[in-house]
């Protein structure tokens, strides 16, 4: 550990700029260093450490040692720049904060829910909310710039470093306008949805990929989005003047319905756990009072009454 006693922020800082900038150039314009000099930390850190880091080139290209080391980097000025401003916010009186991040379309009201009454209980904590794709959220978990992400969770919630808890199983629903014309027939299947413009969610996302396979299994192999976008506001709004279709998560098409923003239809097809995904290990003195709201407020979704042909 000789090495971890004489390693310095600055070498974890210039380390993080050097993997931003791609070259040892550019590297050395963002700090104000001239190219030798760059060139000249770097072969510092490298001894210090005792094995290669990066492979130099037209652009550098980090060795496998390289990587490790800037996790580690990544980490430690997480925590550094977070601490930082919490140490700010409290010196001005601010209250302690917690990080959570959701995914873009949102999670009904899991989230607002579980934010009321976690703050009823916890009134001198200040919830900061970040909406995103999975995997930048995850990015951003592992940066130490969130302290949770609730959402929709796959395969990258196993990563090491990372512990996850699956809070229910939730599917994809169908939904329309309060006037569109699908809601005459009795009966509707998703093949009957298939003439009807579409409001999809983005390419390569869970939703997306399963929305595909369900249309392809009903004769919908040809259908082309009129229109991509995660944006629950947007979809809701366009719905209203229009006769597309969309879906989203069961549990939210279930909430937009009973308030009467939309109609969900008697239609929906497996989707895939959602969970919160958190630092394995981390000491954050709330973190864990938080998830247990969490679990209280999925125990209630799944228990609540679904809106009319809606099946969470």
């Not at 090495?3 to 931003?20: D, M, P, Q, S, T």
């Not at 976690?118 to 900061?128: D, L």
């Not at 003047?241 to 239609?267: E, K």
Request: aromatic share 6%; with cysteine; net charge neutral.
């Amino acid at each position: 550990m000789a090495w971890a006693r004489r390693l310095k922020v600055r070498h974890l800082e210039y380390f993080l700029i050097l993997r931003n900038a791609g070259t040892l150039s550019e590297a050395a314009r963002a700090l104000h260093m001239t190219q030798s000099a760059m060139s000249h930390w770097l072969n510092e850190l490298e001894t210090l450490l005792g094995v290669r880091l990066v492979v130099r080139g037209r652009r550098i290209r980090f060795t496998s040692e390289g990587e490790v080391l800037l996790r580690l980097a990544t980490r430690l000025i997480g925590d550094i720049a977070r601490t930082q401003d919490e140490l700010e916010l409290l010196a001005q009186g601010a209250p302690a904060s917690l990080h959570v991040g959701s995914v873009t379309a949102g999670l009904a009201h899991l989230i607002p829910n579980s934010i009321c009454s976690f703050q009823m209980q916890v009134p001198q904590i200040a919830i900061h909310m970040t909406e995103g794709a999975f995997s930048l959220l995850l990015e951003r978990l592992e940066g130490r710039e969130l302290d949770i992400v609730v959402g929709s969770i796959d395969a990258r919630a196993y990563a090491a470093g990372l512990a996850h808890e699956v809070l229910f199983e939730d599917r994809i629903v169908a939904i329309v306008g309060l006037q569109h014309p699908i809601r005459q027939k009795a009966k509707p299947l998703w093949s009957d949805l298939v003439p009807y413009p579409w409001i999809m969610p983005e390419k390569n996302t869970l939703m997306r990929n399963r929305l595909d396979t369900v249309l392809l299994e009903n004769g919908g192999a040809g259908v082309r989005p009129r229109l991509e976008t995660a944006s629950i506001i947007i979809i809701e709004t366009v719905l209203r003047q229009t006769d597309y279709v969309a879906v989203c998560s069961a549990s939210l098409g279930a909430h937009l319905h009973r308030l009467g923003l939309v109609h969900a239809l008697p239609l929906t097809a497996g989707f895939g756990p959602v969970g919160a995904v958190y630092r394995e290990g981390d000491s954050h003195p709330v973190l864990g009072d938080f998830l247990a709201e969490l679990r209280r407020q999925a125990d209630r979704l799944r228990t609540d009454e679904a809106g009319p042909g809606v099946v969470l």
